[in-house]
Structure formats: C-alpha cells, structure tokens
C-alpha cells in the first residue's frame, strides 16, 4: 500500500486508505485512488471524516451485507439470478456524535462508519471504530485551510501537455516526410497505389501522374532538443537528479562522514516533505496498529 501512496503522493498531492483490523497480518489496508473519496480534517490538519461512492454488484452486497440488510431492489436481482447487476453504495466514517459513552458495543465506538445504498434509507451496515482508520497524507499544502495537497503533478502538468504536444508533432512531421500528401493528375485511372513497388495506371505522356503538394522540411534535430529540454524539466521536478546523484556517487574515495553529508545535502530538499509525511503518514499508522495490538492482547 505505501508504494501506491508514494505514487499517488508525487503525482497528485493526496493519498488515501483505511487500516482496518485483521486476524492473521494484525492490519489489513485497503487504498483508494484520487477522485473515488472526499476528505474532511481538523484543525490540526488531521482527517476526520471520510466519504466515498462506489458500485458494487447485487452477489457482491449480499455476501458484504447479507441478504436481510439488502434494500428490495437487490433482493430482487439476487432472487432473479441477476448476479451482475450494479448498484450505488456510499460510505462514511466521522465522529459518532451520538454515542453512548456507557455502552462498549460498536455502534457506540468514537468513530462510526455506516454503508447505505444510493435509493435506500436503511443502512446496509452501521458499525464502528475506536480510532479513526483513515490515513490520508498530503505532499504539501499551500495553506492550513487546504483540505488536498498539491503534489508535483501539479508543477509540471504543463510541461506534460507540452511533450505530448512535442511528441504529436514530431509524429505528424515525420509521417509527412515518409508519407507526403500529394497532388493527382485527372488522367490517373483508379486509386493510387502508394505502397512498394506500387502500380498506378495513368494515361497521360507529359505531366506527372503524381507529386509531392508540398516539401516538408522538418528539423528533427531541434524537435528531439526541445523533447529532451521538456523531459528534463519534468524529471529534475520529480528529483529524479536527486535520487540519481545518491545512487551513482563513487563511494570508493571517499570517508563514511563525507558520504553522509552528500547524503544529507541532497535530502535536504525534501525535508518539509519528509516532515509532513511523518506526521500524517508513519506516525499515524503506528499509532493505529499500537491500538489494535493492544486492544486484542498482542502487547
């Protein structure tokens, strides 16, 4: 899961997925991508509240839910061997607002997360946590009131046009020279044959039966510059210099202080990210699977 939040963090500034408990691993993480959930945090910059929508087909929600819990029209379809039909779903997990504090069952935890269908008004699940189970780190923030972070997709998301751009270009350029358009002579008779060693029947004696319209004179050599110049703006803004120089370094002539020192120099760039990264990702889960630990006699 960490690999795909290191991923999600870079490219689009927000990464999100829920702990949950599990009998044989302790925890078990199940992560969603950006634009499948909204987020709500507190003013410590925590996630409080988590919302998501999704589908999922009439078996799938009675073997989730059981078949009791299921609103009519799913019922339905399972009765009917409609198996494969899909329905709304939402979720939420926020603060249980209305708990009885002197109760211990889950629907009276700290955190409650209940599942309803999109046409139905009784839950398919109504239960709860006694920490909040989501973990959603941001790459950075512009200020304390941003609910998503701003990752480095960001930055070079115009660099990224402008390749694909380059890129398109430098195709058409080249399909052009290979495959020009051409001018035909009203005496040619039927299509052109414009593959090797191509036959094309034409009446005439004097004019050419087909020609260029126009010469394409590409400068390949400057598109494949520019190319590399984008490219290299978008690699230097993902620090991928960064990471290379720590890699490629000749290490043999050189003390282990002065090693760490590079090394330190160059991570040095991403310090406010490490920073925030503890504080919303590494401590966070710790503390969670601490909890489960705990409260199932692990520790």
Not at 118 to 128: P, W
Request: aromatic fraction near 12%; charged fraction near 20%.
């Amino acid at each position: 899961t960490l690999h795909n939040v290191y991923q999600e963090l870079a490219v689009f500034g927000t990464a999100c997925f829920v702990v949950d408990k599990d009998y044989d691993n302790v925890i078990h993480c199940t992560q969603f991508t950006i634009g499948e959930y909204s987020l709500l945090y507190n003013t410590k910059g925590l996630p409080t509240t988590f919302g998501r929508e999704f589908f999922m087909t009439s078996q799938q929600m009675v073997e989730e839910f059981g078949y009791e819990n299921c609103g009519p029209s799913v019922q339905s379809c399972y009765d009917n061997k409609n198996y494969t039909a899909e329905f709304l779903v939402y979720h939420l997990v926020c603060e249980n607002t209305n708990r009885d504090k002197s109760r211990k069952d889950n629907k009276n935890y700290k955190y409650t997360s209940i599942y309803w269908q999109g046409n139905s008004d009784k839950f398919l699940r109504e239960s709860g946590y006694t920490y909040f189970p989501v973990v959603a780190p941001r790459y950075s923030v512009n200020s304390s009131q941003d609910t998503y972070g701003i990752g480095i997709g960001d930055k070079v998301l115009g660099d990224c046009r402008m390749l694909q751009k380059l890129e398109k270009v430098k195709l058409i350029g080249l399909q052009k020279v290979v495959e020009p358009p051409l001018m035909v002579s009203s005496q040619v008779q039927g299509k052109i044959n414009v593959a090797p060693n191509g036959l094309t029947r034409f009446s005439g004696t004097t004019d050419s039966a087909v020609y260029p319209t126009y010469k394409v004179a590409l400068d390949l050599p400057s598109l494949i510059q520019e190319i590399a110049n984008v490219e290299r703006r978008i690699t230097n803004n993902f620090y991928y210099d960064v990471f290379l120089m720590l890699t490629s370094q000749e290490y043999s002539r050189m003390t282990a202080t002065e090693v760490a020192e590079r090394h330190q120099e160059k991570l040095m760039m991403l310090g406010p990210v490490l920073q925030r990264l503890n504080a919303e990702l590494l401590d966070p889960m710790i503390k969670i699977t601490f909890q489960i630990m705990l409260e199932n006699g692990l520790i």
